[in-house]
């Protein structure tokens, strides 16, 4: 169940307990001549209310029947999604913006003039996707109200955020699009963190996270102070030549050999950086060996549990107060269709005829499965009123995670031959045996490229491994289409895997019956020229990529294999919201690379040939390594240039070589970003990692989780159900408190 995303997240003032006057109610007109539009009124309210509810949403917004109009269809599934695109699309002209990414390669040594738009052209798109924006705005503080509107800093970040970017825009036109820097580009993820409210909690919890997080961080400055003081004064090169080569090499100058063990926290220079001295006298690695004990075994991992910890504990804090606008939501419902059951002549009882509640269901949006369901559970209730409790269990539905898995009944066969041949191919030891021959498949590929690993492909005799395809190929198509026969053509689509089986396979025989007819069938010394597009060893590789993905067949197949399988499934699933701030932190980092380092990376003379002499280069250096793609000069570049650091594998070549192009101040941008995305964001996602998985291997959940093929997730576990189970449900006297301070409906009694 995707999440959407609130109008409102601020809170809403106003004060004391009883109904404030002025307020509409839809229960003021339930007889005479506007009956029929009041009852419409209350069904309409109570449809918004409950898809809030159903959408994490807050509920303080304009109830009249124009603004709840205008509210679902800003809600609407068309509406987000040409908002999304939008978002979109202005984060993609970065990619087509001078400097663009539309070459070939990012090696500054072969990479041509990029094609850069005119002036004019990205700014148009821009301004476009801005002026959507402006409305947006303007519909959500329509909505919500001038007085919410000021109380709310998302949305006042909002308005200051396209303000600047109109008039950035402005003077960028004016300078005929040569203007230095463009601010703008700064400020388009704020665009994408607004438009999704678990991203503002992610945000609100990481900046919740940040003390606790910088006790640790100062520690590790100290660690890294303390012993970068003391390795200057033990490499001071005046004993012995090993002595001076690690000073010279590591341990130059203060700045030098503080890079050095910041480097060596992250084991990326390990043991490099202490060969040197080590070589000479082994008792030197009583120093590196004491640093990363300290550093990178203890203080960073000291750092990855508070941070698990307290961003868990501020993660359970949003979520509850998610889980309190859903409860909010359905009895902000209840109050509305419950007014219509005291104007019905039925004093003696408080509550919901369980007919209204059908018929506000019917209205709203919601996953089909879910309405079925809620809609079931209220028919058990005949004609009798739902009470509060009644009515806020029967959304219960929603908080639950697994259905049972509908499959469509088998074909029903007259003779006892197909009958016997149906539960032989429908049984689960037939999957076995197709396991089975994936496997032998997969084994014979892997023999024939450790045989022929030293011949050329143009060389290689494809005869024995074309009619091992054939022949495999040939056993998936049988297998596909007596498992039809078995299962009935729907029944076969209905289990995920076999459609995943059964596209690979056609796909198989397609390109299978397409290298038959281009270079005729195996045969002794089968190799024929290059014909088409591909030659007959392109597709022979790629039938046998296509081979290696079906041999993910077996992953339902073994249990505990399954449980990770899901687990990493639903992490994707959930995934969005962090790697919606991963992609916010790349974005930012990235615009600010190459306004700072764009052009600095330069070949050196006669080092611009195919095949340079790195042999006057130092060993492990940028230009020896190589690493001349790796630069800011475009989009596309900056982001692979980040991710190679956030790897930290080899990231002191970075340091190092914008040190020496660019200046020394540049390895502040590098540390920065260090902390923030192998630091911060690594272990928030481990964090995520830790609780998704525990929550699965929980003995209940683990149960439910491999407990049979007919049981399985039929809608997504967003991150509120992940925690579903530890959360409070909201006392009562809270949720009436909070009606009755509706800014703008009258909800109670």
Known sequence: MAESDPLLSGARGGSGRD?????????????????????????????????????????????????????????????????????????SLAFIETPSSFTSTSDVRYRMAPWNPP???????????????????????????????????????????????????????SLVCQE?????????????????????????????????????VLLLALHLCVFTMLGMLLFTGEKDDGQDRERLTYFRNLPEAL????????????????????????????????FTLIGSLFLMNLLTAIIYNQFRGYLMKSLQASLFRKRLGTRAAYEVLSSTAEGDG????????????????????????????????????????????????IFNELDKRMTKEQHPPRPQYQSPFLQSAQFLFGHLYFDYLGNLIVLANLVSICAFLVIDADVVPRNRDDFVLGILNCVFVLYYLVEMLLKVFALGLSGYLSYPSNV??????????????????????????????????????????????????????????????????????????????????????????????????????????GNGSLAPDNGSLACGSYEQLEYWANNFDDFAAALVTLWNVMVVNNWQVFLDAYRRYS??????????????????????????????FLHKWDRRGHLQSVSGDLETTYEMSTVELLFRDILEEPAEEELVEKLKRHPHVQLCR
């Open 19 to 91: 109904c404030r006057a002025g307020l509409p109610a839809c229960r003021g007109v339930l007889v005479g001549p506007g009956a029929k539009a009041g009852w419409d009124l209350c069904f309409d309210q109570a449809v918004v209310f409950i898809e809030d509810a159903i959408q994490y949403r807050s509920i303080n917004h304009r109830m009249d029947a124009r603004s709840m109009w205008l509210y679902r269809w800003y809600y609407s599934d068309t509406c987000q999604w040409i908002l999304s695109f939008i978002i979109f699309s202005i984060l």
């Open 119 to 173: 002036c004019g052209l990205t700014e148009g798109i821009e301004v476009c996707c801005l002026l959507v924006f402006v409305a947006d705005l303007s519909v959500k503080s329509y909505l919500v109200g001038w007085v919410q509107f000021r109380k709310n800093l998302w949305l006042l970040g909002y308005l200051l955020v396209l303000i600047v970017s109109l008039t950035d825009w402005t003077v960028s036109l």
């Open 180 to 216: 230095p820097l463009r601010i703008r580009r700064l400020l388009r993820p704020f665009f994408l963190l607004q438009n999704s409210s678990m991203m503002k909690k992610t945000l609100k919890c990481i900046r919740w996270s940040l003390p606790e997080m910088a006790s640790v």
């Open 259 to 290: 890079t050095s063990l910041l480097v060596l926290l992250t084991t990326a220079n390990n043991p490099d950086v202490m060969v040197p001295a080590y070589s000479k006298n082994r008792a030197y690695a009583v120093f590196f060996i004491v």
């Open 346 to 393: 039925q004093p003696q009882g408080v509550g919901v005829k369980p007919q209204d509640l059908l018929q506000v269901l019917q209205k709203v949006q919601m996953d089909s499965t879910y309405k079925q369901a809620i809609m079931e559970k209220v028919r058990s209730y005949g004609d009798s009123l739902l009470s509060a409790d009644e009515f806020q269990k």
């Open 500 to 605: 995943f089986d059964g596209l690979v396979t056609v796909i198989l025989l397609v390109l299978e019956l397409s290298t038959l007819a281009v270079y005729r069938f195996p045969h002794p010394g089968w190799k024929p020229e290059m014909q088409g597009l591909l030659s007959l060893w392109d597709m022979l590789r790629l039938a046998n990529m296509l081979i290696v993905f079906r041999f993910l067949r077996i992953v339902p197949s073994m249990k505990l294999m399954a449980v990770v399988a899901s687990t990493i499934l639903d992490l994707i699933k959930n995934m969005r919201a962090f790697g919606g701030i991963l992609v916010v932190v790349y974005y930012v980092f990235a615009i600010i690379g190459i306004n700072l380092f764009r052009g600095v990376i330069v070949v050196p003379p």
């Open 663 to 692: 200046g020394p101040w540049s390895k502040i941008y590098f540390v920065l970003w260090w902390l923030v995305s192998s630091v911060i964001w690594v272990n928030l996602f481990l964090a995520l990692i830790l609780e998704n």
